[in-house]
């Protein structure tokens, strides 16, 4: 299984709403990762977690708040969204070390209105 | 700090002409080196990377990259474009100070002409 599981593929959201995005993994891979990918823009890169432990927040505003529950699931709880905010999420895991290659879900395509 | 460049954002091709897409890095020390292939509304598929060894590496669909330390360059090629290879492609680098970091190149369409 070299999947990554994002889901849902398609939300819709207000601004004063709370969602939560999640992301599966069942490679053993101990690194994970939100990357925020906007319209002919490459992925940008939100936050690592490395043993469940998050290692990297790239200044990302609060209104996003990542979790590892597990070395399996990775989750990213969103509110009270800007518009701007609307994008692809990309969820990624790989092995730990800078020699692997990151695998990558299909994204959660988000807007917010 | 490390970082990608890639050279055109737009990379029209015949079908059945050579693919070559430009992606330079920019490093002190030899970084690990990835090329992603991302469809319409799709994510990420990695198409080959270079660590250390050969310095031609060859992936999935047909597609090599060399990895050349003079010029800092790892570009892609395909001898035969396919229509199927239509796609954006994003390359990468990982950090070696930390490790799993990913930071991808601004990318390029590839449009593939009948």
């Known amino acids: 299984d070299t999947e990554v599981t994002q889901t849902p593929k398609h939300l819709v959201m207000g601004m004063t709403n709370k969602k939560s995005l999640k992301c599966e993994q069942h490679?053993?891979?101990?690194?994970m990762y939100w990357y925020k990918q906007k319209a002919k823009k490459p992925p940008e890169l939100m936050f690592v977690?490395?043993?469940?432990?998050?290692?990297i927040n790239e200044s990302v505003p609060s209104r996003f708040s990542p979790e590892c529950p597990n070395s399996s699931l990775l989750n990213l709880h969103l509110h009270a969204l800007q518009p701007e905010d609307s994008a692809l999420y990309l969820c990624a895991s790989s092995q730990k070390g800078a020699r692997t290659e990151a695998f990558f879900g299909q994204g959660t395509r988000l807007t917010v209105v | 700090a490390q970082s990608v460049t890639q050279l055109g954002s737009h990379v029209s091709v015949s079908e059945g002409a050579l693919v070559l897409l430009r992606c330079n890095y920019s490093s002190s020390v030899p970084p690990y080196l990835f090329w992603y292939v991302q469809y319409p509304n799709q994510g990420l598929q990695l198409l080959l990377k270079?660590?250390?060894?050969?310095?031609l590496v060859k992936g999935i669909n047909g597609f090599e990259a060399e990895f050349k330390k003079s010029e800092t360059s790892f570009h892609l090629t395909k001898p035969s474009a396919h229509m199927s290879d239509a796609a954006e492609y994003f390359c990468a680098v990982s950090l070696t100070s930390t490790g799993n970091q990913f930071y991808f190149g601004t990318g390029t369409s590839l449009t593939v002409i009948p």
């Open positions: 270079y660590t250390t060894g050969a310095t």
């Open positions: 977690y490395s043993y469940e432990k998050l290692s």
């Open positions: 490679m053993g891979h101990r690194a």
